[in-house]
């Protein structure tokens, strides 16, 4: 309970003085003073009733009242405008007080002087009203916007915030930073300086000599809120009693605002590189523009030099990342890999021509075929082997679309396992027009859009086994939706022209061909809903047939070349469309019905899907003979004959927020066999706690089973302990196993592992992580990474953050960013 609301002494009667002290107004002017306090948000203690007795003289003990939970309010200002705060009252309250107007205060016995963002309290106060000077003595606690400072004696003035404090201990608000020191030098509001000071943000026990986990000791510690940081002149980093890391001058953070100078080392073992030590340095040049520097010792290979420059304006934003290893043993060669992302609106320019217009730059580039596999963290791309160049300008007004772009690919290759390289697209030009409010025979809402295409190919076509050449086409659609509840129906019509120009002659001996090809379809589908209850739960299950019906008449394509077209994966989305084939270098002759059907199960109040179940079929109503060229680039195999496609069976269930299973099937009706399965399930009960584990099987391809876990080892199945120590996290002092695992049945051993453990003791957090991925068949790359992070301080050691995220399915970081802390979460 806080003291000022302890009842007074009948010996030493309370005095309170709700009006400035340093002004001799009349009573009305200290009720109008008294209820401006209130006005700007002055102090209404919740949880507590203030009664008086029944004839008004004497007070009474304030009573407990339901317990009240603090509540963002617009009435708890933060900070006051500069020129309110000047007009701001000053409160002083205590067991004896002797004032002198326009002279000195003195308060004795639970003295108290309070402002809008600052109290100060202790045994006895001295208050000078000339010059705004406070001498507090005894018990000392002085609160100023959250952070709290407490000794035996402070001497500060209360304008300027200048003053000393010995002997303190303080607590800070925006970090939860704890510490003490012999002396505190308030030099004004915004800094201060400790003196043979501690400090950590570990929490302080009550009631004994305090030594937390870490902290950083030091001859003097400089506080700076306006940069937010601390500056520390001879500091040292203990970490349980041990010295881990000294300098004679380093800097830290008091919030998460950048500022330039050194990041925490990271320290890696790797099978390949040896032993790694990164020290990066951060560089903020501006607001909107900042690098990093990352020197990299590698014991086994030398220096690797990489950056990092990123930038931000109103029109553009990019990121600029490069590494240059000389002399690297492993190859015996010079080492080196760039790319820079650049995105940028041209709306409102002279090249945004009265539309909205955007420019896409993607730059990659690598010094050998080979650096893939010796570099394996360094490139973001999903496809680690082919590394894209795009150059994009695209834009749009109202119905017409234009895009012109230049696509160049740098392909690595691999002596046991080569790929084909993709074209170049140098240039790609494309132009639509799209309207969706057409009226045709009578009938309007009609869709319809006109497409053309230009672009060159481009390769080396000793690879490719093609001629270069240029390709031109144009691609007219049109189609109309109508539905209504419970059903919908949707004809289409499609044109597809397309001419070639070649570098040099094809086998027909002709250096042009052309095509032209038209594709109808029809989609259609109904909608049953009905109430139903299953395991005493109420749902609306739906059923929704569906049968799409396509047809394009077969033209002989075998003599064209293939730049683009690929097989398009068999699932859901498309086995109900009109080509089995992405690109435009091959258009199937489809001509076939699909059908299918789904059943949900929805929850009746919020319509969340519970349960979908989803079948589907395609059925061939003549042989499918267009089909890709052989891996020599020659025509060849043979006409679909089946009739019917294989089955797709998909089922999702999320019966509750904490369980999920999801399964997929293809199945083949002539092998009678599953062609390939998905089996997948995960368990969330609560917060850093996940299960998951899936099975895929690609028949002839591939066999692999996937387990992934984040789990506390304390508390296996209860919920973990929650505590109320500001910035520890649910389940402080736990410790936690996380992972993921991929076997392969059919090499019968583990192609790609990340595992280890995390002990979270609510300062600070440990990780040891073991991570193994498989770089080919024969090779794997390897590497230990451990770190130590002291919350609100620094993280020391490796980077396993950025691994678990990317590899383990769910993954939650134990320090979750939160809203900052008020300084009414320690009001006194």
Same mark, same amino acid.
């Given at each position: 309970?806080?003291?000022?609301?302890?009842?007074?002494?009948?010996?030493?009667?309370?005095?309170?003085?709700?009006?400035?002290?340093?002004?001799?107004?009349?009573?009305?002017?200290? $009720?109008?003073?008294?209820?401006?306090?209130?006005?700007?948000?002055?102090?209404?203690?919740?949880?507590?009733?203030?009664?008086?007795?029944?004839?008004?003289?004497?007070?009474?003990?304030?009573?407990?009242?339901?317990?009240?939970?603090?509540?963002?309010?617009?009435? &708890?200002?933060?900070?006051?405008?500069?020129?309110?705060?000047?007009?701001?009252?000053?409160? $002083?309250?205590?067991? !004896?007080?002797?004032?002198?107007?326009?002279?000195?205060?003195?308060?004795?016995?639970?003295?108290?002087?309070?402002?809008?963002?600052?109290?100060?309290?202790?045994?006895?106060?001295?208050?000078?009203?000339?010059?705004?000077?406070?001498?507090?003595?005894?018990?000392?606690?002085?609160?100023?916007?959250?952070?709290?400072?407490?000794?035996?004696?402070?001497?500060?003035?209360?304008?300027?915030?200048?003053?000393?404090?010995?002997?303190?201990?303080?607590?800070?608000?925006?970090?939860? +930073?704890?510490?003490?020191?012999?002396?505190?030098?308030?030099?004004?509001?915004?800094?201060?300086?400790?003196?043979?000071?501690?400090?950590?943000?570990?929490?302080?026990?009550?009631?004994?000599?305090?030594?937390?986990?870490?902290?950083?000791?030091?001859?003097?510690?400089?506080?700076?809120?306006?940069?937010?940081?601390?500056?520390?002149?001879?500091?040292?980093?203990?970490?349980?009693?041990?010295?881990?890391?000294?300098?004679?001058?380093?800097?830290?953070?008091?919030?998460?605002?950048?500022?330039?100078?050194?990041?925490?080392?990271?320290?890696?073992?790797?099978?390949?590189?040896?032993?790694?030590?990164?020290?990066?340095?951060?560089?903020?040049?501006?607001?909107?523009?900042?690098?990093? &520097?990352?020197?990299?010792?590698?014991?086994?290979?030398?220096?690797?030099?990489?950056?990092?420059?990123?930038?931000?304006? %109103?029109?553009?934003?990019?990121?600029?990342?490069?590494?240059?290893?000389?002399?690297?043993?492993?190859?015996?060669?010079?080492?080196? +890999?760039?790319?820079?992302?650049?995105?940028?609106?041209?709306?409102?320019?002279?090249?945004?021509?009265?539309?909205?217009?955007?420019?896409?730059?993607?730059?990659?580039?690598?010094?050998?075929?080979?650096?893939?596999?010796?570099?394996?963290?360094?490139?973001?791309?999903?496809?680690?082997?082919?590394?894209?160049?795009?150059?994009?300008?695209?834009?749009?007004?109202?119905?017409?679309?234009?895009?012109?772009?230049?696509?160049?690919?740098?392909?690595?290759?691999?002596?046991?396992?080569?790929?084909?390289?993709?074209?170049?697209?140098?240039?790609?030009?494309?132009?639509?027009?799209?309207?969706?409010?057409? !009226?045709?025979?009578?009938?309007?809402?009609?869709?319809?859009?006109?497409?053309?295409?230009?672009?060159?190919?481009?390769?080396?076509?000793?690879?490719?086994?093609?001629?270069?050449?240029?390709?031109?086409?144009?691609?007219?659609?049109?189609?109309?939706?109508?539905?209504?509840?419970?059903?919908?129906?949707?004809?289409?019509?499609?044109?597809?022209?397309?001419?070639?120009?070649?570098?040099?002659?094809?086998?027909?001996?002709? !250096?042009?061909?052309?095509?032209?090809?038209?594709? $109808?379809?029809?989609?259609?589908?109904?909608?049953?809903?009905?109430?139903?209850?299953?395991?005493?739960?109420?749902?609306?299950?739906?059923?929704?047939?569906?049968?799409?019906?396509?047809?394009?008449?077969?033209?002989?394509?075998?003599?064209?070349?293939?730049?683009?077209?690929?097989?398009?994966?068999?699932?859901?989305?498309?086995?109900?469309?009109?080509?089995?084939?992405? +690109?435009?270098?091959?258009?199937?002759?489809?001509?076939?019905?699909?059908?299918?059907?789904?059943?949900?199960?929805?929850?009746?109040?919020?319509?969340?899907?519970?349960?979908? $179940?989803?079948?589907?079929?395609?059925?061939?109503?003549?042989?499918?003979?267009?089909?890709?060229?052989?891996?020599?680039?020659?025509?060849?195999?043979?006409?679909?004959?089946?009739?019917?496609?294989?089955?797709?069976?998909?089922?999702?269930?999320?019966?509750?927020?904490?369980?999920?299973?999801?399964?997929?099937?293809?199945?083949? %009706?002539?092998?009678?066999?599953?062609?390939?399965?998905?089996?997948?399930?995960?368990?969330?009960?609560?917060?850093?706690?996940? &299960?998951?584990?899936?099975?895929?099987?690609?028949?002839?391809?591939?066999?692999?089973?996937?387990?992934?876990?984040?789990?506390?080892?304390?508390?296996?199945?209860?919920?973990?302990?929650?505590?109320?120590?500001?910035?520890?996290?649910? +389940?402080?002092?736990?410790?936690?196993?996380?992972?993921?695992?991929?076997?392969?049945?059919?090499?019968?051993?583990?192609?790609?592992?990340?595992?280890?453990?995390?002990?979270?003791?609510?300062?600070?957090?440990?990780?040891?992580?073991?991570?193994?991925?498989?770089?080919?068949?024969?090779?794997?790359?390897?590497?230990?990474?451990?770190?130590?992070?002291?919350?609100?301080?620094?993280?020391?050691?490796?980077?396993?953050?950025?691994?678990?995220?990317?590899?383990?399915?769910?993954?939650?970081?134990?320090?979750?960013?939160?809203?900052?802390?008020?300084?009414?979460?320690?009001?006194?």
């Amino acid at each position: 309970m806080n003291r000022r609301n302890d009842p007074p002494s009948p010996r030493h009667p309370r005095a309170l003085l709700a009006a400035p002290v340093f002004t001799a107004a009349p009573v009305a002017r200290a $009720v109008q003073s008294l209820l401006t306090a209130m006005a700007l948000g002055a102090l209404a203690v919740p949880g507590w009733v203030h009664a008086q007795s029944g004839d008004g003289d004497e007070p009474v003990a304030p009573t407990p009242a339901a317990a009240t939970q603090l509540r963002s309010s617009g009435m &708890l200002q933060e900070r006051l405008p500069e020129d309110v705060q000047k007009q701001a009252p000053t409160f $002083v309250s205590g067991d !004896r007080l002797d004032s002198q107007t326009e002279g000195v205060t003195t308060v004795e016995g639970n003295a108290e002087l309070r402002r809008h963002d600052m109290v100060i309290k202790g045994d006895r106060l001295e208050f000078d009203q000339r010059n705004s000077e406070a001498k507090a003595t005894g018990n000392v606690l002085i609160n100023r916007g959250g952070d709290r400072f407490e000794g035996p004696e402070l001497q500060i003035n209360t304008e300027t915030f200048k003053g000393q404090f010995e002997k303190p201990e303080f607590t800070l608000l925006k970090n939860e +930073g704890k510490g003490d020191a012999s002396r505190l030098d308030f030099l004004d509001a915004d800094h201060g300086v400790a003196h043979n000071a501690r400090y950590s943000t570990c929490p302080r026990t009550p009631g004994a000599d305090w030594m937390p986990a870490w902290l950083v000791r030091a001859t003097k510690i400089e506080f700076d809120n306006v940069e937010e940081m601390g500056k520390a002149t001879g500091g040292v980093v203990e970490f349980k009693g041990v010295p881990i890391l000294g300098w004679p001058y380093f800097t830290f953070p008091l919030t998460d605002k950048r500022k330039s100078g050194l990041l925490p080392p990271t320290i890696n073992i790797d099978n390949v590189n040896g032993l790694e030590l990164t020290v990066p340095y951060y560089l903020n040049i501006a607001p909107n523009l900042d690098a990093t &520097l990352y020197p990299t010792l590698m014991s086994k290979r030398g220096v690797d030099l990489g950056a990092e420059v990123r930038y931000l304006q %109103p029109d553009y934003v990019g990121q600029v990342r490069g590494a240059f290893m000389p002399s690297d043993p492993l190859r015996d060669a010079n080492r080196w +890999g760039y790319s820079w992302l650049h995105d940028q609106n041209l709306s409102g320019t002279r090249w945004g021509l009265g539309g909205s217009a955007g420019l896409r730059l993607d730059v990659n580039r690598v010094s050998d075929d080979n650096y893939w596999r010796d570099f394996p963290r360094a490139t973001a791309s999903l496809t680690t082997r082919l590394l894209a160049t795009n150059a994009v300008y695209s834009w749009g007004r109202g119905p017409w679309a234009f895009s012109a772009g230049a696509y160049k690919w740098q392909t690595l290759q691999d002596i046991d396992t080569p790929i084909t390289p993709p074209y170049d697209r140098m240039p790609s030009l494309a132009l639509r027009y799209t309207r969706d409010d057409a !009226r045709i025979a009578g009938i309007n809402d009609w869709n319809w859009s006109v497409t053309s295409e230009y672009t060159r190919f481009e390769s080396n076509p000793l690879l490719t086994r093609q001629t270069n050449g240029s390709r031109s086409l144009a691609i007219a659609d049109l189609s109309r939706r109508w539905q209504a509840p419970g059903w919908f129906i949707k004809p289409r019509a499609q044109l597809h022209a397309t001419q070639y120009q070649f570098d040099n002659a094809i086998s027909t001996g002709s !250096r042009s061909a052309s095509r032209v090809l038209p594709t $109808v379809s029809l989609d259609s589908g109904l909608i049953f809903e009905r109430d139903a209850r299953y395991f005493g739960r109420n749902f609306v299950q739906t059923l929704e047939p569906r049968a799409f019906f396509t047809w394009t008449p077969y033209r002989d394509q075998s003599m064209l070349p293939n730049y683009d077209s690929a097989a398009n994966d068999f699932n859901f989305a498309t086995i109900f469309s009109e080509n089995v084939f992405g +690109g435009n270098d091959r258009i199937s002759d489809t001509r076939a019905i699909t059908v299918g059907a789904s059943s949900r199960l929805l929850d009746p109040d919020s319509g969340a899907e519970i349960v979908r $179940v989803g079948l589907a079929q395609r059925y061939l109503i003549r042989n499918q003979n267009v089909f890709l060229p052989n891996a020599s680039g020659l025509p060849g195999g043979d006409p679909v004959a089946e009739r019917l496609s294989d089955i797709l069976f998909a089922t999702r269930v999320q019966w509750s927020p904490q369980w999920m299973v999801d399964t997929n099937f293809q199945y083949s %009706p002539g092998s009678r066999e599953s062609v390939r399965t998905t089996l997948a399930a995960r368990y969330t009960p609560s917060r850093y706690r996940v &299960l998951s584990a899936a099975y895929r099987l690609q028949r002839g391809v591939s066999e692999q089973y996937e387990f992934g876990w984040q789990w506390p080892l304390n508390d296996l199945w209860d919920e973990p302990v929650r505590t109320s120590e500001p910035g520890r996290a649910l +389940g402080a002092g736990q410790w936690y196993a996380v992972g993921r695992v991929n076997y392969s049945v059919p090499d019968r051993k583990v192609v790609d592992l990340v595992a280890g453990f995390e002990y979270d003791a609510g300062c600070w957090i440990g990780r040891v992580v073991v991570e193994r991925l498989q770089r080919s068949a024969l090779t794997a790359n390897q590497r230990i990474l451990f770190q130590l992070e002291f919350n609100g301080f620094t993280r020391l050691g490796s980077n396993p953050l950025k691994t678990l995220k990317e590899n383990v399915p769910r993954y939650q970081y134990l320090r979750e960013e939160i809203n900052p802390p008020s300084r009414f979460t320690q009001y006194d």
